[in-house]
């Protein structure tokens, strides 16, 4: 057969013309040459179709593309691919439509002119108006929190803000952190997320958690809500020494409100719980722990010697260990010295 249009011979793809006079004639996709792309100038967020996304500009423009392409019915096997440069005012782009015609693997390319239209997204327009629907309140009992405690929660916050935006929760971010004399605030966009992170506050250091809430008005027809999670945290804190009955205890960990201590004389490991350590009388943190000098060992005592005034102590061993560091832990409270209780690395 010959081609209508070249007069080669050959086969014949369709109304008389071989395969590639077919394709002068005819485009087999179709697409617009400008695309105007709302982007955020504060999170990059893209908008696409009324909604807002963190996808990559990649992605978005792939979904552009499938939407607002016409591709002929004929083309089998579609694979869209994007070469994307930056270009004055947004992004040049080369679009590749591929498929099969027949079992012939064509690809028609395209440019398009992406316009990135800066604006702010509802999100970021939420989080600069001071938008916020929980607030976490972070208080102590009978004490204020160390700088240490408020840097960890801080991190504690943050990382669990992160993880939930990186599992989609786009909606989700700290306003605003308030923090003085002694008293942590988070404002939180949401309140769902603002109860797990109390849960997870008092599940670390303990304490008790006290929601209330207060109408803020009207949203999409419903009353809205603010709430206020309040965590008091305990008056003591893992790394503590305390009295009761008599015996001297350390704060090994705090799981919620189960506490976890080790009898000092002994090293033995107890559980008591936050009633009991309420009661208790807390001696201080880890300002107690002073370091002796390691004279001589036997198997059942220590002699050590305070580097300050050079007097000698000796000291009982609660269990079975030999010291191989010359320098020992050792807590001095009420006129008694003990060891303090280390893990194996350090013996
Ligand atoms: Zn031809
Ligand atoms: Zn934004």
Known sequence: MF????GKEGPIFKDGACLSCYLKTHRLSKGPEVIDLPVC???DSYKYKNTWSNDLFGEVIRRIIKNNFQISRELKKIDINTECKEAK???SCKVYVSGFLDDVEITEEHAIQVRLKKTVCDVCSKRFGGYHEAIVQIRTDKRKPTKNE???IRTVVENLVKDLQSKGNRGLFITDIGEARGRLDFYMS???PGLVIAKKIQGQYGGTIKQSSKNIGMKDGMQLYRMTYLIRLPPYARGDFLKHDNSIFYISSIHGNKVKLIELKSWNETMMDFRTIH????LGGKELIKEMILVSQTKGEVQLMDPKNYEIKVVKKPKSVSYK???IQVIKTENQLFIFPKTKTDI
């Open 190 to 192: 949401e309140k769902g």
């Open 41 to 43: 100038t504060h999170c």
């Open 279 to 282: 009661k208790a009388n807390i």
């Open 325 to 327: 560091s010359e320098k």
């Open 3 to 6: 081609c209508v249009e070249c």
């Open 89 to 91: 005012d947004g992004k």
């Open 150 to 152: 408020i840097d960890d």
